[in-house]
Structure formats: structure tokens, C-alpha cells
């Protein structure tokens, strides 16, 4: 029966002790905070329950699989969720991921049609600006200039 319990247990011991050393190595060589929450939210939260499953079969049916489920079960609430306020916490306070984010084809050929939209409207309005001008400069030199009426009545008024 032991020999059993080893074939089984052994896997789950081996697995979930290559997911939180996988785990330790994202937190050190992955480039920014989330990131790393991932590696540290997620790999170790696998790792912890394969150890715990491979410790289950072990221990057999006593308090201790009790225990381990308590602690299992516990992990898997508490980790997630303190990824999770972190991740917020982080993004409220203004961290950036230091990796910008891919975007798909269809995700950038809308952005370039709205970014040819907001073009052509933003060189409308100067076109229309530059004919506003245009007529601005007319209207104030016809101003200037005296109208033809003006234009005899200073010449009858000059002395001659």
C-alpha cells in the first residue's frame, strides 16, 4: 500500500515542486510588477496545491489530509485575491507595465481609420480658418480704402 501511495504522491511532489521553483524564477527575471504577480499568483498557487496533493496522498486518511485540505483551500482564496488588490493598488498609484501591450490587425487598422478621421477633420477646420483669413483681409482693406463718394467729396474739399 505504501508503494502505491509513493507512485502517486511522487508526481504531484515533483510537479509542484518544479512549478514554485519556476515560479521563483519569474519573480526574478520577469521585468515588471505584474509580471512577477503573475509568476507569484499563479505558478506557486499550483505549485503549493500539487505539493499539498502529493502530501495528501501520503499522509493517508488522518487529521493531517484535514489540515492540508484547510490550507489548500485557504491558499487558493487568499492568493488570487491579494494578487489581485495589488495589481489595483499598483495601477491606481500609477505603475505602468514596463512591456507595452501588442495590439491585434483589426485593433490597429480601426485605430488608423480614426486616426485618418480625426486628420481630416482637424485639417478642415484650417482650411476654413485660412478662408476666414482670406476674407478677413478683403473686408478690412475695403474698409480702408474710401468709397467713391468719399473719394469726391475730399476732392472738393481740397483747396485748389
Known sequence: MELAADILSWP???SGVLFSIV?????IRLPDLYSRMHAAGIV????????SIGLIIQAGASIVTVKLIIIVVFVFITSPTSTHAL????????VR??????R????????GEDEAKRNEDEAK??????????DETKRS???????????????????S
Open 23 to 27: 515560479g521563483g524564477i519569474g519573480l
Open 104 to 111: 491585434s490587425e483589426t485593433e490597429q487598422a480601426k485605430r
Open 44 to 51: 506557486d498557487t499550483i505549485g503549493i496545491a500539487l505539493i
Open 87 to 94: 495589481a489595483k493598488a499598483a495601477l491606481h498609484g500609477a
Open 125 to 134: 477646420p484650417s482650411e476654413e480658418k485660412a478662408e476666414r483669413s482670406e
Open 97 to 102: 507595465p514596463a512591456v507595452p501591450r501588442r
Open 141 to 159: 482693406e475695403d474698409e480702408t480704402k474710401p468709397s467713391p463718394d468719399e473719394a469726391t467729396e475730399a476732392k472738393d474739399k481740397t483747396p
Open 12 to 14: 504531484f511532489l515533483i
